[in-house]
């Protein structure tokens, strides 16, 4: 760079003379040529750094996104596992509860003693990880569920085994088949009694289906009743043993015979519009040492996942009560 040279006029020689700058103005215009040196260069690398993307910078940043994209993918697949899980462990319970009388299976009993468990504290650690952390915190509690209810149908598998009289006792398909149904009238629990108006405890499940529809047994066990029982209309009450009964009211024909023993699926009567209800429909009772169970907790055997998920849907729901 050439320095800049500085004359002033002389009066008494009446001549431009030259003027040499001292040491301290000599330092500061060197430092300041310095300072503007380190100002451009320090602007050139900040825009280059924040709009010129460089090809190693552009093949990470997209590595980048891709990868995030497929562990939100493993994500929402881990979402969608653990629900599935969480159902099958809902039915596994109530199938503790209804089918075996014990008391379901704990989240403590679940998740306690599993020898598979993944050390995740070092990639929760790291602050840029933290979607991956969640992931994988999922796949573990996912991975605890499934080892957990292996080793429950593995204990339930061994109780059928050792109480198939039993289980063949137990209420276990719908008493209407699928395919005649019309719609789930009322569930089980509190409800507005269509006649009186008042809130009474539904103790039952109605089915609306045309009259005529054939009824079946739902377990092995001898008929109790087979007659006209006041508001129940015409009802046969089917003893199981083991402390279950049955009882299917509203029939317009009694088919099944006080004393007569009937296996799980034999025809007991027809779907009627007997005895206080205000239109075709069967009601349906389970009953455990004479208290009102559940229906919905003792449909095993006939439906399918996806159907038993829907009957739940419809009972917990449905509001009108037809008798």
């Known amino acids: ?101 014990t008391e379901p299976m704990t989240a403590a009993r679940r998740y306690a003693g599993l020898e598979r468990r993944r050390n995740i504290d070092s990639i929760s650690a790291l602050d840029d990880e933290a ?23 593995d204990y339930l598998a061994t109780m059928v085994d050792s109480q198939k009289t039993r289980v063949n006792h137990m209420p276990a398909i719908q008493p209407v088949p699928e395919k ?57 009450e089917i003893d199981h043993g083991f402390n279950y009964t049955t009882r299917y009211a509203h029939l317009s024909k009694l088919i099944a015979k006080v004393g007569q023993n009937v296996k799980r699926g034999d025809l007991i009567g027809l779907v009627g519009n007997t005895g206080k209800s205000t239109g075709p429909h069967l009601h349906y009772e389970v009953r455990y040492r004479g208290a009102p169970q559940n229906p919905v907790n003792y449909y095993f055997y006939d439906l399918s996942p996806e159907q038993y998920d829907e009957l739940i849907r419809l009972a917990e729901n449905a509001g009108h009560v037809m008798d």
């Open 131 to 153: 979607l991956v952390h969640d992931v994988t915190s999922k796949l573990d509690r996912l991975d605890r569920m499934v080892y957990a209810q292996i080793k429950s149908f």
């Open 1 to 101: 760079m050439s320095q800049k040279v500085y004359y002033r006029y002389n009066s008494a020689t009446e001549q431009y003379e030259r003027v040499y700058p001292g040491r301290k103005e000599r330092i500061w215009a060197q430092l300041r040529a310095y300072i503007w040196a380190v100002a451009i260069v320090a602007f050139a690398g900040l825009m280059l750094y924040n709009f010129v993307e460089l090809p190693r910078e552009r093949d990470l940043r997209v590595r980048s996104e891709r990868l995030e994209a497929r562990v939100d993918l493993l994500k929402q697949q881990a979402d969608r596992a653990l629900s599935v899980m969480e159902d099958l462990a809902e039915r596994d319970n109530n199938f503790y509860r209804a089918m075996m009388q």
């Open 180 to 236: 005649f149904l019309r719609t789930m009238a009322s569930g089980y629990g509190a409800r507005l009694d269509p006649v009186y108006g008042t809130m009474k405890f539904h103790e039952g499940l109605d089915f609306s289906a045309p009259i005529g529809t054939p009824v079946y047994a739902t377990a092995d066990g001898a008929v109790r009743t087979s007659s006209w029982q006041s508001a129940y209309g015409n009802m046969v």
